[in-house]
């Protein structure tokens, strides 16, 4: 397993699905749990002192509200950690997850990526893998290709309609 | 001691050292130390999981930034936990701090007072100790009386004044 | 009774219900009333001057908007009063409830929760409570086990299926 | 007394002087307290509710942080009350003062002015004032006359002068 | 004619309305019109600058987004403008209407109300004309014992159900 | 072709389309495309450096989150570049947007219109290519003239029916 | 005189001034004036309703605070109208000012550049003259070519010494 | 060199220098030089498009304002980049610059840090480059160990003398 993917509660896995799904995509195997900052904080703490140990190489976190888990599992571990702030129902419109996770003080860095976005959480494991991996690196580059062709596409359908009709 | 107070830097000290000063003034005793969520956290660990059995009945617990320090305490202990949200150099004006403290899950709160409000959270831990404690109950009332009565004293001096004088 | 709970409106109940609810799980004695700031001043400040000669040992008190509630009783009673911050349909998506509770002056703390967060109040009611009282505090303990307990078992159910099925 | 100034600190002073002076500019008499609602309730509620019997027309209230004088004042008073937020040290940048103040619930209103704007509460006071008092009216429509002078004077000014010579 | 209540838009007057219809339980007369800061300037200029010799006393005035009429307004009339922000559709929450309108520079004030709050912008005006009408203020003092008395009737409710069942 | 209409993503369609309406009513030429800062770069530099060789005089720009299309745009084109703010799902309620479009360091401006303002932008097109364009200037004078008539007859309506009714 | 500068107030005039001065450097003529919404508001109305007919082509407004000045303007005027935030004292951290003046309604825009951005207002008035002639369209072609080569000096110099030294 | 340094302007570098000097502290090869996605777009390409090609691992890019630096840059490489909000001068208070970098579509992330926190990007590139590289993430774990040893140290001096000397 080379990314874990934890999350601070059940509720949180309809979005980080999506950090799994392009994983997957990008053939990058990972772990996916529930650890709670909160609620199981020595769980958290195992996880996140062990995770390294273990051949994980990137740690993807997601919380809401006050969410301390990103920050907590960077505190404990050498590895990198993305976070993913979610907002959730007791999120005042994600403000609060998001300054939670992205403010972190000096010495301990959390990699912040947009609120809810799990699947650019799963690009940026695969990118920071892609580093110094030519293959995944390779993939990125593919990947970012179809994005391109993507636009490109809905250009060519936007132009050779009316854009009336295209709505 | 009744009151732990802990903080995430050393350059809290100076906002934090108010919620010292009026437990002092309550004969209330306490503890003072520095615990960084983010940086200690083993520490932060031990401290939160045996300070109830150590005789603590109240812990305040201030942090800037991503201020992940009270909540993981709160996570930790079954005390009550009361946070200062403080507005230090690494900050968005105190509303990263703020948000980080007060949007705690269901589960764990944590008591939080205003932005650098230090000197408040160390009223409150009089207040909830003085809940079960006649003779701190009384010092409270004594307490706001004094309030009033500075402010009946302001309200004297002006009046008596010319207001462009008072200025 | 040991807690009361006050609202400022009949429709900030549903909301106010789970500090009922969490208290009764904990055995814990609780009246709760509808006070307004403003509209029923005059029985919001009967109710906050006398609660503490009735046994009452904290107050909850929730409101919306410019929810000048909480805070009013904190200036009347000696007793520790927690704050919950509503976002009520006459409330800016709760920034004017948070902030109106939270930044209280120097002197009159109100013990301030997550928005919407009456389960928190009561558990940190109760948390008072226990810091004083050891059945209460065992309480506490066994219901912060089970919280860890729930995460476990979603960690679990999580991990014995494929991610995608669990959605 | 036509007008009643308060405010909830002595610091507060150097901020509603300006509405004092403004309606000295006017010829209206009025009074000027310290007037807490957090630390003298009992002087707040006498204040709010004598009031009306004594003459006072207009209540003209700053006050910063979780401001609540202005709106404890009008829900004790039938009289309009002028509501200042004022920036103070303790307030989040004036936004805590601003919506404490304005978003009052329905039954309630403030008139709110603008951060710090105390010479605009004395303004309206005066206004209101002079919706029944053709004298008053008078007088806010030479002062309108006197602001439009002061810009098309500075206008003269810029116009006579190079921009470049005018900084 | 005593109130002017003007909106910048048909659409703000679901809204407005309610100012109407308190307006109208206080027997206080009023008129109602649609009045564009950007689209009608010119009508907005004319019904500003004769307001006051048409013997309306009171200028309400609603609008959302950059909201300009409720400022223009009192720009051009010597009379009290209560201004009401509106939560519309190009609105950003109700933050762009409230600063729009409380934000207004020194000698020029709007009395503004809570986003939305158009009722108490009709309280509001009635207050001001009760401040020296003793029969529009003994009505207010009617209209704020009913208000206690509503609460007053919720509480009795709550108490003699159980809280579960008044859900 | 005068206006180049762009946009970040075929999601913007549904907001953009209006730009495009309001510039066939004024009978201004114009194209529509898809181009993306973020997934299509080579063909937004292509857009941009070639767009005034090929007679077109003004660029309309919008995008939603970290919105960076309009003001990439405006950095690789001396022609006016006009930004709209995108209230996509990926965005936090439009502050994201507003603020990556219009917060532009000097040297490189982008014409920021409201939130979601599409038709703003197209007439602000209008204005531009009217300001050295009689023919075009006269057709935004009817144009106003036809909002002033809109509000006019919606002002009749109102006063004509009782406003209980007009609801 | 191709633009006129104006601006609410004498104190608006230090930032303000660089739209004159990048004016000046495009050797494009201007007139620069101080117009107050609230304080001369005919004045305003005969500015905007005039400017067209003189020969203006484009109006830049400045304004802070409740900033009605280039709304208003627009409301009146044909033309382009280029909106300034301004930060000013009686501004909260320019947020006023920026949502004042950018969320126009539908039918009204105001090209809106950064807080306190004049020189911005007066590059955009140069593209926007350049629109339809090509003589300033090569200024604004040089213009951007020396940004580029003050970053590129800037560039030679940070590499061609150690950045220690820089610093 | 592992880590490409690029910020938009001379005036970023205070703040970006903490970035290299991490680096070197951790014995990682960087470059460091100025590009701006808005002065020189044509440099911002070359440098994105080829960084991958020389050997670059990771890009760390600083920006203020609408900072679109960052985020154009991840949209032209494969590698990860790691974004710096930047508080300079022409920012509301950094909330622009964050958002401006943080709040990144679907299929192109930036790994964001802290307002002005480029020590944390230098820390986080580290921790990429260590993930899959043993010798470096031993530095981490020592550099990570000298923070708790700091932190300890300053507990010991506050313990060790009376809170109020410690000041």
């Keep these: 397993m080379k990314v874990g993917i934890i999350m601070g509660s059940k509720s949180d896995l309809p979005i980080m699905q999506a950090a799994a799904d392009i994983l997957k995509q990008f053939d990058i195997t990972f772990e996916i749990d529930i650890v709670s900052a909160h609620r199981t904080p020595q769980k958290m703490f195992e996880y996140a002192t062990t995770a390294h140990t273990k051949g994980i190489q990137i740690i993807i976190a997601g919380a809401g509200g ?31 997850s998001l300054l939670s ?67």
Tied chains: 1, 2, 3, 4, 5, 6, 7, 8.
């Design 66 to 96: 006050a969410a301390h888990l990103p920050g907590m599992i960077a505190a404990l571990t050498p590895l990198p950690v993305i976070g993913v702030p979610i907002k959730s129902s007791n999120s005042i419109d994600g403000w609060d």
């Design 101 to 167: 996770i992205v403010q972190m003080p000096n010495g301990v860095p959390v990699a912040t990526v947009a609120v809810n976005a799990s699947q650019n959480a799963g690009i940026l494991a695969a990118q920071i893998l892609g580093s110094s991996d030519k293959t995944i690196l390779e993939k990125i580059i593919v990947f970012k290709n179809e994005l391109k062709q993507n636009v490109e596409k809905a250009s060519e359908d936007l132009r050779s309609t009316s854009p009336k009709k295209y709505l």
